[in-house]
């Protein structure tokens, strides 16, 4: 039977099996939605303790909901109310934290590999809420449970990833995750937005959007991420909506079942359109959805749970 680590710092350092052992188990935390009462007691006396050091809406508030309906006791630290800006290292306050008992750490930051120094530090849980540009791991897990949600299996799909792959901790995860659950990815984006050696990540390389739409069963559009970048990666913003950006023209040329993602935040009418955003295709609410149930079933595996029954009782 599949186990995981200790840690969730990445999908690299998953397998296929233990990827599916959080989607299948997020299917039963699913199942928690269409409750009255949307609280089940499985994690109480657990204490999960988010620490972010960048801005998220999403993520944060998602990790928050999951574990209160899951009862249990969470705590929010806020960065620049904490010691940390003190002058104390987030490695001491973590160890500070994990005296106080805490069974999880949720960290978000800004400097990749932050969330392994940590995981290495304490002997409390630690999940990787995104580190600057390696990876997003709920992200890309949520993604992959939408998929397999609409599309009934991820093996032998074409996926589309188009954006600003360079930035993107959501490119890694997803690449990661699709392509060892058989999957064939594709990146597109402008050259100068397309890392070196991510063809050795099994993924084909495109600069045509039109082109690689034109056999696509899923379209993930990221975020074009200007506040990461450094210099000019292309000319204007409207010549890149115009190369790059999925609409209405677009969608239509594409296959009538093409399934449109989007991990939010969206700069509408730049990398997509208002009327795609809110198209009978587009999942992008379901995504925000089912991370709550992803991170429900994570919460839930690492603090040692096994059998999914006991989620819903």
């Not at 290292?89 to 994990?98: G, H």
């Not at 932050?114 to 290495?120: I, K, Q, S």
């Not at 975020?223 to 190369?243: C, D, G, N, V």
């Amino acid at each position: 039977m599949a186990k995981l680590p200790k840690d969730l710092l990445g999908l690299r350092e998953l397998n296929a099996e233990q990827i599916q052992l959080i989607l299948d188990t997020a299917t039963a935390c699913k199942d928690i939605f269409s409750r009255d009462l949307k609280k089940v007691p499985t994690l109480r006396g657990k204490t999960v303790v988010t620490l972010f050091f960048e801005p998220s809406t999403r993520t944060r508030t998602s990790f928050e909901i999951a574990g209160k309906w899951m009862s249990a006791d969470l705590v929010n630290l806020t960065v620049s109310s904490s010691s940390v800006a003190k002058g104390e290292s987030f490695v001491d306050t973590a160890r500070t934290l994990e005296a106080m008992g805490v069974d999880l750490i949720i960290i978000r930051h800004s400097l990749g590999g932050t969330p392994r120094l940590l995981a290495d530090s304490v002997a409390a849980h630690v999940i990787n809420a995104g580190d600057g540009a390696h990876e997003h791991p709920t992200q890309g897990l949520l993604d992959l449970y939408s998929i397999r949600e609409k599309k009934g299996r991820i093996a032998g799909l074409n996926v589309v990833i188009v954006g600003d792959i360079l930035h993107s901790r959501v490119a890694k995860s997803n690449i990661y995750g699709l392509t060892k659950l058989g999957a064939k990815v594709t990146v597109v984006a402008p050259p100068t937005l397309i890392p070196k050696g991510i063809g050795e990540f099994g993924v084909t390389i495109e600069t045509d959007l039109d082109k690689a739409l034109r056999d696509a069963d899923v379209v993930n559009i990221l975020r074009i991420q200007l506040e990461r970048q450094t210099k000019a990666y292309f000319p204007t913003l409207r010549e890149y909506s115009k190369l790059f950006g999925v609409n209405l023209s677009r969608l239509r040329q594409a296959r009538p079942d093409l399934l449109v993602m989007h991990p939010g935040p969206a700069n509408l009418g730049v990398e997509i359109s208002e009327e795609v955003s809110v198209h009978d295709q587009s999942v992008i609410t379901e995504q925000v959805t089912n991370g709550v149930a992803v991170r429900m079933a994570l919460l839930y595996l690492l603090t040692g749970g096994g059998n999914k029954d006991e989620i819903l009782h």
